[in-house]
């Protein structure tokens, strides 16, 4: 399974958009790309995945680049409620949850 | 909306003891999981199950078993809980579809060994 790499933590403030980034240089040519967010004291939550193309729903954006060796998670008007753990995962035959990218919403 | 229950937020149990940890989904999922997860090393897959009466080891199966009677009940098991085995287990299932789409996940239960 492709590996990825988040940073450790992001700020941003309330309003504005937040765009986490997410590696996975080793990701090979079936794999997804899968987003989710665990806010504290509760399990992970299914943001949006992808392939190739950019993809968009009612929480947040997807950009893959072309080469599909790194993505961008964008939430467009962050809130206080947005403050959350953020895994980038790559599928393979399982599902791989590291460390993630800890956002912190400041108002 | 999908459920996904898990018997207890919060467990203490004993050394040596056994652990049951149940977990229901009510979509009919035929994908399900059991995570722990642990400060600094993220979530990490212990046991998961493609139906009924059928399991398949993850990364870190040592010291648990699980079991699938149902399709919509996945428990896990503590044969003799050791205090390394404290942490927050998560359950969580999924549909058959390309690419496994999206995990549902439960609240979590969150297990201290003493």
């Known amino acids: 399974d492709a590996k990825t790499t988040q940073p450790t933590s992001m700020d941003c403030a309330e309003g504005r958009a937040a765009n986490l980034p997410c590696n996975h240089s080793?990701?090979?040519?079936?794999?997804?790309v899968y987003w989710y967010r665990q806010i504290h004291s509760q399990g992970p939550q299914y943001i949006i995945h992808?392939?190739?193309n950019n993809e968009t729903n009612e929480m947040a954006s997807l950009i893959i680049t072309e080469d599909r060796k790194s993505s961008t998670l964008i939430l467009p008007h962050a809130t206080l409620r947005d403050t959350a753990v953020y895994y980038c995962?790559?599928?393979?035959?399982?599902?791989?949850f590291g460390p993630g990218t800890r956002l912190s919403v400041l108002p | 909306d999908v459920k996904v229950t898990q018997s207890s937020r919060y467990l203490v149990k004993r050394t040596g003891e056994k652990v049951f940890l149940e977990c229901v989904q009510d979509m009919d999922h035929e994908n399900m999981f059991w995570y722990r997860q642990d400060p600094g090393l993220g979530l990490r897959l212990i046991y998961f199950s493609y139906d009924v009466k059928m399991k398949e080891k993850g990364d870190i199966p040592e010291g648990y078993s699980v079991s699938r009677e149902k399709k919509e009940r996945f428990s896990l098991i503590l044969e003799s809980a050791s205090t390394n085995q404290t942490s927050m287990y998560l359950c969580?299932?999924?549909?058959?579809?390309?690419?496994?789409?999206?995990?549902?996940f439960g609240p979590g239960t969150r297990l201290l060994v003493l």
């Open positions: 992808g392939l190739k």
């Open positions: 995962i790559v599928n393979g035959q399982n599902f791989v």
């Open positions: 080793t990701i090979s040519g079936n794999e997804y």
């Open positions: 969580a299932s999924s549909p058959v579809g390309a690419g496994r789409e999206t995990q549902y």
